[in-house]
């Protein structure tokens, strides 16, 4: 019996490692290289959030349930280095080419926690719901072919 005590700690204890240490991931459709309808490039991935040329977001956190990630600002970033930012986003339909958006809902935030908590998007309306202004829309950029 206490072998079997034993062992379901280490399980749990294992599980519990193994919950906190896994990243979320992006959803797919956020993955890339894009281009907003202000002509701004970006690079995204699981961890980094580069917005051309010079302002680049360290992603602590993605939550695709609640359709927002977290990030910390770079340290060389011009404005608001070393803070944190919520940035909140949706799928469009019918706007193509523009297949999804963003909102910069928090930029400057001194922690984490409060970037996440600082939430007001209305994604009923993305021309106005980003804090009175629209989501910035993003279509993917073109791979560029590589054939002689």
């Known amino acids: 019996m206490k072998t079997i005590k034993i062992t ?3 399980l ?18 956020a993955l890339g290289n894009f281009i ?18 010079t302002s680049k977001y360290h992603i602590i956190k993605w939550n695709p349930e609640k359709q927002y ?19 909140d986003y949706m799928t469009f339909t019918g706007m193509e080419p523009w297949k999804w958006g963003f909102c910069l809902t928090v930029y400057d935030a001194e922690t984490d926690s409060i970037a996440e908590q600082t ?26 072919s590589t054939t002689n």
């Open 119 to 144: 939430a007001y998007v209305d994604r009923r309306n993305p021309k106005k719901g980003c804090n009175g202004y629209p989501f910035s829309r993003m279509k993917k950029l073109e791979s560029k």
């Open 8 to 10: 379901l700690f280490f």
């Open 36 to 53: 907003d309808d202000y002509g701004i490039t970006y690079t995204i991935n699981d961890t980094v959030w580069v917005q051309n040329p």
């Open 69 to 87: 990630l977290v990030a910390k600002n770079d340290a060389a970033n011009k404005t608001d280095a070393n803070k944190y930012t919520r940035i």
């Open 12 to 29: 749990l204890l294992v599980l519990s490692i193994q919950a906190q240490t896994t990243k979320t991931k992006a959803p797919e459709f």
